[in-house]
């Protein structure tokens, strides 16, 4: 794998026919390791051309491998909602949700004129927990009435089925 990581290196801007007449030279080269792969690879219980896959990998996979190690995504800090608003929401999406012109982007809407002095609350307790910008905010309770909404009918229909 090391070997054929530096010959896609190498070749990483020839043109298509330049790097399959490289790859023959280099497969006359080190017909050794690719023996050697070959029995390993046959031994594991791969049953496809392995000079086809040695030279897939180097062509459309290590010839494009960034060298550059990417640094781990940091993860956001997770911002809790009360309670009170997640049965609010629940009890709200139970009773709208028979009502046969049920949408979810309606029914939240709904759900904010009806509960407005919860939510004042809630936005307040999120702005202390550190998210200050208001949008983040706002999404930040869409997104968990949507969750709400889903997780209501996934359970929904798992009754159903039984």
């Known amino acids: ?27 006359e080269d080190n017909n050794d390791i690719i023996e050697y792969e070959t029995r390993r690879l046959t031994n594991l219980g791969y049953e496809g051309d392995i000079l086809v896959k040695m030279f ?23 911002i809790n ?3 009170e608003l997640i049965e609010a929401m629940d009890n709200h999406i139970e009773t709208q949700n028979y009502n046969k012109d049920y949408q979810p982007k309606k029914a939240f809407l709904d759900f904010c004129k009806e509960h ?5 609350e809630t936005m307040t307790s999120i702005y202390h927990q550190g998210i200050h910008d208001s949008d983040e905010i706002e999404n930040k309770i ?12 996934k359970n929904r229909q798992l009754k159903i089925n039984g």
Do not use: C, G
């Open 1 to 27: 794998m090391e070997e054929l990581y530096k010959f896609s290196k190498i070749h990483q801007y020839d043109d298509r026919t330049d790097f399959k007449d490289a790859w023959k030279i280099w497969t």
């Open 81 to 83: 909602v009360n309670k």
């Open 142 to 153: 869409k997104k968990t009435y949507k969750n709400r909404y889903f997780i209501f009918i």
């Open 116 to 120: 407005a002095e919860l939510l004042k």
């Open 56 to 78: 897939k990998s180097a062509k459309y996979y290590f010839r494009n491998k960034s060298t550059q190690k990417k640094e781990p995504a940091k993860r956001t800090t997770y």
